[in-house]
């Protein structure tokens, strides 16, 4: 085998790798269990935030979704869309402390969502919608720490919070940014941006959930990039054969 075919081949079985992993991990980055919009406006009224979940599993189906709302800074007027298959269970928690509205003093509100009886096949996810009255003012974020159970019993528990600086971890909690009122990324251009994803038998493939995270997009373009540069390695280093055989 001649020098330049063995460097070309080399060349391409390292960007061929290195592509693949990265493109891998886009596909981690997709599949988390995410909230959408990503961010509201500080106090926005009658809203919708969609909780996306992917099934992981090749051999299992999801089979039950528990996402807990905080109640130190609570979520007001919670409702729930229903889904064909699925049974939705609203826990409600007395406050410590009641939150003062126009329509009067709040001393309950919903604390964990329970959705059972329906299924999330392999390669396929579920939006499950939850429609609210009034979100809080006094913090910048709410984090929604989800358990998901699998048919064959395995639970993975999204409750892990990103902190400043680090990397995300390996099982994140759905996090909603709240933002000043009147900021262009909250409110109502948000809120068009969550409109649900069109679904066959009530489920989704994933390549729509995976066209819908903009990580898992960053990561595949930066597959691509890699490709090209090895490429382009290969193609100098064929070059720098033929000049020094010359």
């Given at each position: 085998m001649s020098s330049t075919r063995l460097t070309l081949r080399r060349a391409a079985t390292v960007t061929a790798l290195t592509a693949a992993s990265v493109l891998a991990a886009a596909g981690i980055a997709a599949a988390h269990v995410t909230v959408h919009p990503e961010s509201y406006a500080k106090g926005a009224t009658d809203g919708v935030l969609t909780f996306r979940v992917p099934n992981e599993e090749d051999t299992a189906s999801t089979t039950k979704v528990q996402v807990y709302l905080p109640t130190d800074h609570p979520v007001l007027g919670v409702l729930v869309t229903p889904h064909d298959g699925w049974t939705a269970k609203v826990t409600t928690t007395k406050l410590k402390t009641p939150v003062k509205t126009d329509d009067g003093t709040i001393t309950?509100?919903?604390?964990?969502?329970?959705?059972?009886?329906?299924?999330?096949?392999?390669?396929?996810?579920?939006?499950?919608?939850?429609?609210?009255?009034?979100?809080?003012?006094?913090?910048?974020?709410?984090?929604?720490?989800?358990?998901?159970?699998?048919?064959?019993?395995?639970?993975?528990?999204?409750?892990?919070?990103?902190?400043?600086?680090?990397?995300?971890?390996?099982?994140?909690?759905?996090?909603?940014?709240?933002?000043?009122?009147?900021?262009?990324?909250?409110?109502?251009?948000?809120?068009?941006?969550?409109?649900?994803?069109?679904?066959?038998?009530?489920?989704?493939?994933?390549?729509?959930?995976?066209?819908?995270?903009?990580?898992a997009r960053g990561l595949g373009i930066a597959g691509l990039i890699v490709g090209v540069l090895g490429l382009a390695a290969a193609a100098f280093a064929v070059v720098r054969t033929r000049g020094a055989k010359s």
């Open positions: 309950e509100a919903a604390s964990e969502i329970t959705w059972t009886g329906g299924k999330i096949g392999a390669g396929q996810f579920e939006d499950f919608d939850v429609a609210f009255g009034q979100l809080p003012e006094d913090t910048g974020q709410l984090t929604f720490k989800t358990l998901q159970t699998y048919s064959d019993g395995k639970v993975v528990r999204w409750i892990e919070e990103a902190q400043s600086g680090d990397d995300e971890p390996e099982n994140p909690a759905p996090t909603l940014k709240l933002t000043a009122a009147g900021d262009d990324a909250a409110g109502d251009d948000s809120a068009a941006s969550a409109a649900p994803a069109a679904k066959t038998g009530g489920t989704a493939t994933t390549t729509a959930a995976d066209s819908s995270d903009s990580t």
